[in-house]
């Protein structure tokens, strides 16, 4: 099925707790090699026909206005799928 | 910073009411082609030092024993960024 697939994410600059939560959990475990987790979103918007430009340029409109939080959020991706 | 990204979406055949929630949203804004929306995880696991095959394996049975809940989430991709 065609999808447009939007990924979000945290703003680096800004604390993820629930990252965190799974990094400690990580290490705990035997992973210390891992420095930081941080947790997004992907949401994929499924369409019935094939995607056009005019999909992209509008998942990309709303993925900005709609799907994040631009205040602390960033849109890090908007891919296409067949 | 390199880092490992592990993408996980609730399997296909449950029910999704975030995403049914979105849909909704979309579509009565406008977005009629978006036939459905589903919401899942990205979770990027950050290393100080370059990423090497052992640790790509490790992530991936993090994140099938871990990361994700297999009743119900798939873990649809793996991906290294440096």
Known sequence: ???????IMP???LLD???KAVANAL???GNREIS???IGKRIE????????DQDMEN??????????NDVIE???AITKED
Request: charged share 20%; aromatic share 4%; proline share 8%.
């Open 27 to 29: 290490q705990r475990s």
């Open 17 to 19: 707790p629930q990252g």
């Open 1 to 7: 099925m065609p999808k447009i697939i939007v990924e």
């Open 45 to 52: 918007l499924h369409f019935d026909r094939p995607i056009t």
């Open 74 to 76: 960033d849109v890090v």
């Open 59 to 68: 998942a990309s409109a709303q993925a900005s206005s709609f799907l994040s």
């Open 11 to 13: 703003k680096q600059d």
């Open 36 to 38: 930081a987790v941080r």
